[in-house]
């Protein structure tokens, strides 16, 4: 078991543990957001025929080597031919075809000019200048040749990669299903949104906090319940949730009160300890342990440290089983646009907004930074990395980060 880890020990600890889970086929239109789950290979090129950019003529470039505007050169047209149609005729000497849009370059034509450049009738076409070979033709497989690895597996289905998929004629593309994550709130002070909010009682923010950010990736929360400080019924829960979830996130009484029963509770589900706390500031208390190959994570009952464990700790394990091919955030260089006062004695992330406003990309900070502030969540896309031992930052700082 490791105890108060860095966090990034940590992360790199617990997604190394982690196998993505299985596999399955669904419909492409309701592919959006899932990870793939095998390499996409260019089955085709695209386009798969030489084609034309615009409207205008095709011919053979070596009819107009001459042409000019004093001299220009006369073809016979020997067809139209629109997008989604096929050249009936060969192009010959002396000979070219109207051609639209996308429609495929005819046979024995290798050069294409736009109407805007040329004089017509239902007959014929003047050129006035002379063409050269390949000129404003779209070769079979300029934007994709076969073969081509498109995209790799682990890749999430944005808009550009479902179109890719759909013109290599993909409908049921190879997805990891959706990794179900168990949420469980704990403690006597914490009751439903459903119930009236007495003295000494708050509000069960912390499930719909998680619940918002495992559906960003993609991911179905599963609300196990909410329980006062129990260990019987933590465990109890738990146990309950583990066999049909995939990893299941606890917050509250991880840290070392009289009322902190999670860690024993999670032990007490059968789970082997991990982790029992980090040197993290916010984030700090935590109690990850695993049965069967699945996460039980204890997270903070604060929520603004629960979120900031959750992001920098557990995502990245959550990611590596879902099957992303990067689960590990890369390490962005930040520069802070406002100062923060305060010393840090163990390593701190900043929660902020990224500004593009100048010019330069910087961190925002909110306000508030602490644990129990979640409204500084708000809007939040970044964390920046300040050491362990560092004093107040000032504005302009350059310091490592993330993005979330």
Known sequence: MLRKPDFITARAYLADRMTPVETERVSLSEAAGRILAEDLIAADNIPPFDRSPFDGYAFRAADTAQASPEHPVTLTSLEEVPAGAVPAKRVTPGTATKILTGAPIPEGADCVSMFERTEFTRETVTLFAPGSAGENIILAGEDVKKGTLLVRKGARIDAGVAGTLAAQGVSQPLVYRRVRVGIISTGN????????????????SNRYMLEAAVMQLGMVPVHLGLIGDDADGIARLSEKGLPDCDVILLTGGVSVGDYDLTPAAIEQAGCEMLIRGASLKPGMACAIGMKDGKLVC???????????????????????????????????????????????????????????????????????????????????????????????????????????
Request: proline share 7%; charged share 25%.
């Open 298 to 404: 204890g997270l903070s009952g604060n929520p603004a440290s629960a979120l900031t464990n959750y992001y920098a700790i557990t995502l990245p394990a959550l990611k590596k089983l879902a099957g992303y091919s990067e689960p590990i955030p890369r390490e962005i260089e930040i520069t802070l646009a406002d100062s923060f006062g305060r010393k840090s004695k163990r390593t701190r992330l900043l929660r902020g907004k990224l500004d593009l406003s100048d010019g330069t990309v910087r961190m925002r900070l909110q306000p508030e930074q602490g644990n129990v502030v979640l409204s500084s969540a708000i809007g939040c896309d970044a964390m920046a990395i300040v050491p362990e031992g560092s004093g107040p930052v000032p504005a302009g700082t350059k310091l490592k980060g993330f993005l979330l």
């Open 189 to 204: 002070e914490v009751i439903a949104l459903d119930k009236t909010l007495r003295p000494g009682k708050i509000y069960d």
